[in-house]
């Protein structure tokens, strides 16, 4: 893959991100402002999630495939999580949330890209395994593993 391609997947990740953390921000305040909500803990927890995200963002920016993978995995783990919880779902919704996994993805194809091509570069000859491969089953297996458990136990 050329430059060019590479820093567009890149840039789309980082975009999907920014995009998902202002969502997810501009949410949790309105549940805070809303005086029939009231003052929660939740509410609070959604700001944390909304700054864990734009951590995220800045680490795709900076070409983190770390951040790139936990990014996707987090966003894929919500979206699971918001699926299995409700009791409706929105068409739209489902097709959006399937477009930000697509960006997400890229994401992680283009850090990935970036650092081979930098390797290659560099003459070290050394190419790490894609660990986004295992550490994406981590994400799986809990949903598997300790969703059941709290449903069962409800």
Same mark, same amino acid.
């Given at each position: ?8 997947? !890149?840039?789309?990740?980082? %975009? ?5 953390? *202002?969502?997810?921000?501009? $949410?949790? =305040?309105? @549940? ?47 979206? !699971?999580?918001?699926?299995? %919880? ?5 068409? *739209?919704?489902?097709?959006? $949330?399937? =477009?930000? @996994? ?53």
């Amino acid at each position: 893959m050329e430059h060019p391609r590479i820093e567009k997947k !890149i840039k789309c990740a980082q %975009i999907a991100a920014i995009v998902c953390g *202002v969502i997810t921000v501009a $949410g949790a =305040i309105a @549940l805070i402002v809303n005086p029939q909500n009231g003052i929660s803990l939740f509410n609070f927890l959604a700001l944390i999630d909304g700054a864990f995200i734009f951590g995220m963002a800045y680490g795709i920016y900076k070409k983190n495939r770390t951040c790139a993978v936990l990014m996707f995995e987090y966003f894929l783990f919500s979206m !699971i999580l918001r699926t299995s %919880i409700s009791s409706r779902i929105e068409p *739209v919704s489902f097709m959006v $949330g399937w =477009i930000f @996994l697509f960006f997400l993805y890229q994401g992680i194809k283009g850090t990935y890209a970036y650092h081979k091509c930098r390797t290659c570069e560099d003459n070290s000859g050394t190419v790490k395994p894609p660990a986004w491969l295992i550490s994406g089953s981590v994400v799986m297996i809990m949903y598997v593993l300790v969703l059941p458990g709290l449903i069962l136990r409800g």
